[in-house]
């Protein structure tokens, strides 16, 4: 990756609070995101780009676009309530998880799903240190 890309992607890490998250990979790119049932986001399935533009009227969702991001994020680091806790304190709410579901499905069934795709350097170090490389996979 270019430095002049790692700088754009550590600024849009320290902008939205995520530079804190200690990661043992290389900076990735997002190239997929679908998700179901978060905040007001009921089936929404985003691909991006190395500049990717989120435009929308307000109440659309695109805050809840990045606190998807956030929380993933968050989630490869702590367990569920505390990347809860982390998400909403960054708000100044309570971290209650029910609050991070859609309201909007009549079911008593609530739950979300995130998908995610991403482009990741070949070889990287895994959580024990050691190098790895990386193979195409995927998780349905």
């Given at each position: 990756?270019?430095?002049?890309?790692?700088?754009?992607?550590?600024?849009?890490?320290?902008?939205?609070?995520?530079?804190?998250?200690?990661?043992?990979?290389?900076?990735?790119?997002?190239?997929?995101?679908?998700?179901?049932?978060?905040?007001?986001l009921?089936?929404?399935?985003?691909?991006?780009?190395?500049?990717?533009?989120?435009?929308?009227?307000?109440?659309?969702?695109?805050?809840?676009?990045?606190?998807?991001?956030?929380?993933?994020?968050?989630?490869?680091q702590?367990?569920?309530?505390?990347?809860?806790?982390?998400?909403?304190?960054?708000?100044?709410?309570?971290?209650?998880?029910?609050?991070?579901?859609?309201?909007?499905?009549?079911?008593?069934?609530?739950?979300?799903?995130?998908?995610?795709?991403?482009?990741?350097?070949?070889?990287?170090?895994?959580d024990?240190?050691?190098?790895?490389?990386?193979?195409?996979?995927?998780?349905?």
């Amino acid at each position: 990756m270019s430095t002049k890309a790692r700088s754009i992607s550590e600024t849009f890490l320290q902008f939205y609070d995520l530079a804190p998250i200690q990661v043992n990979i290389p900076i990735l790119m997002l190239t997929r995101l679908t998700i179901s049932g978060f905040k007001n986001l009921l089936d929404v399935d985003m691909y991006f780009g190395p500049f990717t533009c989120i435009a929308g009227p307000n109440a659309a969702g695109k805050s809840n676009l990045f606190d998807a991001i956030r929380f993933l994020a968050l989630l490869t680091q702590h367990p569920i309530l505390e990347a809860v806790k982390q998400l909403r304190e960054a708000k100044g709410r309570s971290p209650q998880p029910s609050t991070l579901f859609s309201s909007f499905t009549e079911s008593p069934k609530r739950e979300m799903t995130f998908r995610a795709e991403m482009i990741v350097d070949r070889n990287v170090d895994d959580d024990f240190g050691e190098q790895a490389k990386a193979a195409i996979s995927s998780y349905l």
